[in-house]
């Protein structure tokens, strides 16, 4: 197991590396780039640091989640909602706060993600064209199937998403949109995402 940092804020990147290797965790700061997606094992932990001038690093939560643990510290004023990684603390909490919360993460087991959350071929379609606005009828007559059978398909879609309802994915709706239309489909469940910010 070794333990990434990422963040532009120097001192809270080294005070956590300082405290990880009190612990005996290997610990080491990085950048957010496809090296560190080659080398991340599902046991690994990335501790990113999200704040007002690195927010598009949030684009890398979902990827980040499917690969290995993540523990998301937040210096935002407001609120953000992260659903998507193991877990979110604030940059203002108390360091017993933020040990406590890398603690929680180190002991979790990560699975890699299997098929079963795949979307299949019809799934991927609605789910796409309902994130881009358009009506269940219109997407039902599209399709030539009744619209029950659209929200049947759409609900599965979100609870394979780890969402409830087509609201809950509306936060990751670029990303979604943006992806190849193979991508839920793709045998092996993870590709070497692109980031170069």
């Given amino acids: 197991m070794k333990i990434y940092t990422v963040s532009d804020d120097f001192y809270l990147q080294q005070g956590v590396i300082s405290l990880a290797s009190m612990y005996g965790w290997d610990a080491v700061a990085h950048n957010l780039n496809s090296s560190l997606f080659r080398q991340l094992m599902p046991d690994d932990i990335v501790i990113l640091h999200l704040n007002v ?5 949030a684009k890398a939560i979902s990827p980040l989640n499917r690969i290995c643990k ?5 210096s935002a004023v407001r609120d953000i909602v992260i659903s998507e990684s193991d877990m979110v603390v604030k940059s203002r909490d108390s360091l017993r706060s933020i040990l406590g919360a890398i603690r929680i993460v180190v002991r ?3 699975k890699l993600p299997s098929r079963v959350s795949e979307l299949s071929d019809i799934e991927n379609v609605i789910l796409k064209e309902s994130l881009k606005g358009k009506n269940i009828h219109l997407i039902a007559k599209t399709l030539n199937i009744p619209p029950k059978r659209v929200y049947a398909h759409r609900n599965k879609a979100c609870k394979k998403l780890g969402g ?6 509306l936060l990751l709706r ?17 590709h070497e995402p692109d980031y170069s910010f």
Avoid at 53 to 57: E, G, I, V, Y
Avoid at 70 to 74: E, G, M, N, S, T
Avoid at 164 to 169: G, Q
């Fill in 53 to 57: 001038k690195n927010s598009a690093h």
């Fill in 70 to 74: 993540l523990l998301v510290i937040v």
């Fill in 108 to 110: 979790k087991n990560k």
């Fill in 164 to 169: 409830k309802k087509i609201s809950d994915l």
């Fill in 174 to 190: 670029d990303k979604l949109l943006e992806e190849p239309s193979g991508w839920f489909t793709n045998s092996s469940a993870l």
